[in-house]
């Protein structure tokens, strides 16, 4: 390499050094709002950017939360292949919370009750081994499914906010499922004039875990001199 070309080459990694944002001294990197769920949280026949979840990271950093929203959302997911991956999500992101969106795939393919509950419960329990806030979100099936159904599968969530004590958003699609002209043609997936009402449920949820989660580490013992 000629001097020449040697210090053309220093100059350009100066260049990008310096395009790298950093953080500023003492300022903390953002927490991690893990999204676990399925086509209905993965922006299903929409662009990305369209979706509630990123929504909702636009929702949070206006609020003024240092956080950053991941979305491990895979369309056709079920309870079950979500509690698959929720060990190495958890590993890989290390979140502060977790958002766990599924079950609506378990309905419409007739899985039994009882196995939702069991995985769904799986996904609870590995976020709070993690120390994550944990925010369960309820899915509703079409009508045609029938009343009875429709109500022993809403318990199904009520059980785990119970059992575990966690934040519950009953049905993330309210007042948007009810809304012909919100639904894709599918009548199942929001368009993107529903997401602004899905975020809408989803924070009415979140919001206190992130007061709570700041009330948390405000209240940490700080450290004497010398220990």
């Known amino acids: 390499m000629t001097r020449f070309s040697t210090l053309v080459y220093l100059m350009l990694g100066c260049l990008v050094l310096t395009g790298i944002p950093a953080l500023s001294a003492g300022e903390k990197p953002p927490a991690v709002i893990l999204v676990i769920g399925d086509s209905l949280s993965g922006a299903y026949g929409i662009n990305i950017d369209e979706g509630w979840v990123d929504l909702l990271q636009q929702q949070i950093s206006a609020a003024g939360y240092n ?6 959302s895979v369309s056709g997911d079920t309870s079950r292949t979500g509690l698959g991956r929720t060990a190495a999500a958890l590993q890989t992101h290390k979140p502060s919370i977790v958002i766990v969106a599924l079950g609506g795939n378990d309905g419409l393919r007739g899985l039994a009750l009882s196995e939702t509950e069991t995985s769904l419960a ?5 976020s709070q081994l993690q120390k994550a ?23 199904v969530y009520r059980r785990l906010s119970d059992r575990y004590g966690i934040a519950l958003v009953p049905q993330m699609l309210d007042q948007v499922a009810d809304h012909r002209e919100l639904l894709q043609d599918d009548s199942i997936h929001p368009t993107a004039a529903g997401q602004p009402g ?19 580490t405000t209240d940490l013992p700080t450290s004497k001199s010398g220990e």
């Open 67 to 72: 956080y950053s929203v991941i979305n491990a």
């Open 122 to 126: 799986g996904i609870i329990e590995r």
């Open 133 to 155: 806030l944990v925010l369960l979100a309820g899915v509703r099936l079409p009508p045609n499914y029938g009343p009875v159904y429709n109500q022993h599968f809403a318990a």
């Open 198 to 216: 899905i975020m809408h449920n989803i924070w009415t949820g979140l919001k206190p875990l992130l007061q709570q989660a700041a009330r948390n």
